[in-house]
């Protein structure tokens, strides 16, 4: 008896193994989900289909998030191939280069509505096609990052993405909590993916973190896909709203020196 037996998953984001979104699917898949696959482009199609066999996959449907008409077709696919959808992931986000790092104060108009298009107000366009598939109930999840709650060197559209998805997911959880449709996001901690590589000193951020982290160590896909797990099953019936934070401990910190390097400091 897998947690996930007799469910459909629709998940976004698969762009390589390497993907969060990838993490997400084996997890479900190993619990007995039936899992839909939708990526963003004809370049991921290589990477995207054999991952998808793995998963027993044979729903992989191309989708710009930004388009209307791509996101209306994979819904009513998915609806008549499955009749409803229990899980929805979202695990989509994108910036321009020139938006991630710079100076904050910098940011173009056209870069802050492309960032925020893609990768939050995506979450509002999904959930509203999910909402009348999810006919016995149902879990949305994101995924969103701690630079949304404190300043992060040179995540800056991205932070401002990642503050508006957090507030998405509230607003989503009380309007859809009467269908018993729970919607939570979870806030990874950094994992090298074809995203992250995006964000300017990435490698430096990863060694940091691993050295601060009160578990002294990096999350990785497979942690991520636990805790999604929990909040797609029924484990986390009551659970909704949330931001839960799979980072080995790394946002509790007030001052992140190790005590070595405190100690050293002061010397
Ligand atoms: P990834 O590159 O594997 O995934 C990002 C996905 O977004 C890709 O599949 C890409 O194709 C998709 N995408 C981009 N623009 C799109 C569009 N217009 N339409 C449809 N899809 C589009 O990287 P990832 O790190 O796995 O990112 C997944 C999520 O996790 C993102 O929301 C990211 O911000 C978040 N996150 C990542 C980290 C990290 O350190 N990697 C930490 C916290 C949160």
């Not at 401002?160 to 269908?179: C, F, W």
């Amino acid at each position: 008896m897998g947690l996930m037996d007799g469910k459909v998953a629709l998940v976004f984001g698969v762009a390589n193994k390497n993907s969060i979104a990838w993490g997400i699917t084996r997890k479900l898949y190993d619990e007995g989900a039936t899992i839909g696959m939708s990526y963003a482009g004809e370049m991921l199609e290589k990477r995207v289909f054999p991952l998808a066999q793995e998963v027993n996959c044979d729903f992989v449907e191309q989708c710009d998030v930004t388009n209307d008409a791509q996101l209306d077709e994979v819904f009513e696919k998915a609806r008549q191939r499955y009749g409803k959808i229990d899980t929805l992931v979202h695990s989509v986000a994108y910036a321009n280069r020139e938006d991630l790092g710079g100076r904050f104060v910098d940011i173009s108009r056209e870069g802050f509505k492309l960032a925020l298009d893609i990768s939050a107000y995506s979450l509002i366009a999904m959930a509203r096609r999910a909402e009348p598939l999810m006919t016995d109930g149902g879990s949305i999840l994101s995924l969103t990052y701690f630079a949304a709650e404190k300043v992060m060197p040179k995540y800056h559209v991205m932070a401002v993405a990642k503050s508006a998805l957090e507030t998405i997911t509230r607003y989503l959880a009380n309007d859809l909590g009467p269908r018993n449709i729970r919607v939570n996001a979870i806030s990874a901690g950094p994992i090298k993916t074809l995203a992250a590589a995006g964000v300017p000193g990435f490698r430096l951020m990863l060694k940091y973190s691993e050295r601060t982290a009160p578990l002294r160590r990096l999350v990785s896909q497979e942690d991520v896909g636990n805790a999604a797990l929990f909040l797609a099953s029924d484990l986390g019936s009551a659970v909704t709203g949330e931001i839960m934070h799979v980072d080995a401990g790394y946002n509790i910190l007030g001052l992140t020196a190790t005590e070595e390097e405190l100690a050293g400091a002061l010397e």
